[in-house]
């Protein structure tokens, strides 16, 4: 069965500093991988998703994520923090074949002014 | 492009008692979902429709939960009755097609809370 793990609940960086949060996937084939950002009191939006080729994933908002089948990992990746970065990320993982897609627990960032 | 909409933003309610959450997806959208989102964890899928027909349900507590798409755009959620556990944001979401490679969009939620 799929399933995401994300090992962190809570992560503080300092702004301006480099930023990673760690995503770990269960599947059999070849996943999709998503990462999602949710602000408070907002619904969740897109930052990137990996379906094929490039494993290292350019996403919006200065965001990239590598894809690393050996690890089963996806974890998400910005050189330089804003205080708007602040929210709760989570990574989900799904397939070509099923019809719906599983989200992590989600980590959530803070800022350290 | 109009994002997904729902209504209403938040609820109270007492246990025992129905609510009904209302959402309409972006205009052209076949895929709806709705996932419960309980305070500190991940989206859980409730139930995916594929124009007004269910493709999934089998997380959808079916004794107190129902959904309904019956014209294939606008969709209803409702509990009835409503237990303390209920109590969590729902977010609707809608995508071109089914499958893990269709960007899922969501909706602004409704957060429930039931006393």
Do not use: M
């Not at chain 1, 965001?63 to 974890?75: D, L, M, T």
């Amino acid at each position: 069965a799929q399933s995401v793990t994300q090992p962190d609940i809570h992560i503080t960086v300092s702004e301006g500093a480099s930023l990673e949060l760690r995503c770990n996937y269960s599947y059999g084939a070849t996943p999709y991988l998503f990462w999602y950002v949710q602000s408070p009191g907002q619904g969740l939006q897109l930052l990137l998703k990996y379906f094929s080729g490039d494993t290292l994933v350019q996403g919006i908002k200065g965001f990239e994520a590598e894809f690393k089948r050996s690890q089963s990992s996806f974890n998400l990746r910005k050189p330089s923090v804003h205080w708007s970065d602040a929210a709760e990320y989570f990574c989900a993982v799904g397939d070509s074949s099923a019809s719906k897609i599983i989200f992590g627990s989600g980590t959530r960032l803070s800022i350290r002014p | 492009e109009a994002g997904v909409a729902q209504s209403p933003r938040y609820k109270i309610i007492e246990k025992r008692q129905s609510v009904a959450f209302w959402c309409n997806p972006i205009s052209g959208h076949a895929t709806l979902y709705w996932y419960q989102q309980i305070l500190g964890q991940g989206p859980k899928l409730l139930i995916q429709f594929q124009n007004n027909g269910v493709v999934d349900d089998s997380q959808l507590p079916k004794d107190r939960f129902s959904a309904e798409r019956l014209k294939g755009v606008d969709s209803t959620l409702k509990i009835q009755p409503a237990k303390l556990e209920d109590s969590a944001v729902y977010l609707c979401a809608s995508s071109l097609g089914v499958g893990g490679r269709y960007e899922q969009y969501f909706g602004p939620g409704t957060r429930l809370t039931v006393t």
